[in-house]
């Protein structure tokens, strides 16, 4: 079961980041228990292995109910997911919709849109699957998801404090180490990485515990619901950290500049190939990303982890 998989001997780390954005402060200590993770994201091959062995179909794939989604214009009752579409010139970059369109046969089989197929994608990640698709993989593999510690302790390799996977720079001496994206998003894609979109599992080393594609590639679904990171007060003169921190709860979790949208949100983590130095800098193990549970995307994939026993 462990195959492809490392182990991670628990420890205490520095969790959070005081340097980027507000919803990763402040830096806190806590603690996390041992546990085997995957080498890489889930793939297009493992997933379809998944697929063919229980017939699953994924919520991209099957039409949403208008009853769960009063006010959803008729025409939407049909199956898809979100896709982004590189601009043509600069826009607004507070205007999401610019570059993200909702597109009906998209799903996991057909990532790049309805016509699009599996062909030479099968070491690339997983993308289009909602939280209770990445759920319904790890269970039939006998594993489970991370916790947003458990992710983040993995995904720094061991460097407790850097801003990044590899250290404090993010392209030293210019090595692309990780697929994000290069130029002024989200129009201009410089490619000095080398890839438009995903690619293919192990192409960049992996970090100090031998995992590959923490950073980039695709974000990574996480068990915790959305909400400011709380730091755990302890008695005066304790030594002790906070042991397996989770996050907020599925009410904290939902989004407030949306009230009439009551859908909870769970974390996700390491950014993807869409961050940039010019709007998203969230390709660091520090980051995360509130995102419903019902939204799937062409940059959200997942991998999954097994606990020690009696965890």
């Known amino acids: 079961m462990t195959r492809d998989m490392r182990f991670i001997k628990g420890a205490a780390f520095a969790m959070g980041s005081d340097n980027f954005y507000s919803e990763e402060a402040p830096v ?4 996390v228990d041992s546990f085997w993770i995957d080498e890489t994201p889930v793939t297009n091959r493992q997933f379809a292995e998944f697929v063919e062995a229980t017939g699953y179909r994924t919520f991209a794939e099957t039409a949403p109910d208008p009853k769960d989604y009063p006010g959803m214009p008729p025409e939407m009752a049909r199956a898809g997911s979100l896709l982004f579409q590189r601009t043509a010139t600069p826009v ?3 205007d999401f919709s610019q570059w993200w369109h909702f597109s009906f046969g998209t799903d996991w089989r057909h990532p790049h849109g309805p016509d699009s197929n599996l062909d030479d994608l099968w070491d690339h990640p997983v ?3 909602v939280l209770q698709d990445a ?3 790890a269970k039939w593999t006998g594993k489970t998801l991370p ?3 458990e992710w983040e302790f993995a995904a720094r390799g061991g460097l407790d404090g ?3 996977a590899w250290g404090d720079e993010l392209a030293p001496g210019g090595a692309m180490l990780a697929n994000y994206w290069q ?3 989200p129009y201009s894609n410089l490619l000095e990485d080398g890839y438009e979109r995903t690619s293919p599992v192990r192409t960049y080393a992996p970090n100090g515990y031998g995992l590959y594609d923490m950073i980039g590639n695709v974000w990574e679904w996480t068990t915790d619901w959305y909400a400011q990171p709380r730091v755990e007060r302890k008695a005066k003169g304790s030594c002790c950290v906070p042991s397996n921190p989770r996050g907020g709860t599925k009410r904290e979790s939902l989004d407030p500049a949306m009230p009439h949208v009551p859908i909870a949100r769970k974390v996700l983590k390491g950014g993807s190939h869409l961050c940039a130095p010019s709007y998203c800098q969230r390709y660091r193990p520090a980051a995360r990303h509130p995102q419903a549970v019902d939204s799937s995307t062409s940059h959200i994939g997942f991998r999954c982890i097994i606990r020690e026993p009696g965890r």
């Open 28 to 31: 806190r200590q806590v603690r």
């Open 92 to 94: 607004d970059l507070n």
């Open 127 to 129: 993308v289009h699957v």
């Open 135 to 137: 759920e319904a993989y």
């Open 147 to 149: 916790t947003e510690a």
């Open 162 to 164: 850097a801003d990044y």
């Open 183 to 185: 130029g002024m998003f």
